[in-house]
């Protein structure tokens, strides 16, 4: 699936993602779907993962170390 096809989404950087626009953007599609989607801040209208909101908590939990 592509960013584009998800629109309206909303998509959030990374408040650790500075001003250099290379980071991941997240976009909380629920209540239509059950997921958080995930793009390349650098090619927006290319693909986006759609994963589990527990995978996606799983995700940040590991990289930020806080359960």
Do not use: Y
């Not at 059950?34 to 908590?57: E, M, N, Q, Y």
């Amino acid at each position: 699936m592509t960013a584009p096809e998800i629109e309206p989404a909303r998509w959030q950087k990374s408040s650790h993602s500075g001003d250099t626009g290379q980071c991941v953007e997240f976009a909380d599609l629920r209540p239509t779907r059950a997921a958080i989607a995930l793009r390349d801040s650098k090619h927006i209208p290319g693909p986006a993962l759609l994963v589990s909101p527990a995978a996606f908590t799983d995700f940040v939990t590991g990289l930020t170390g806080r359960n």
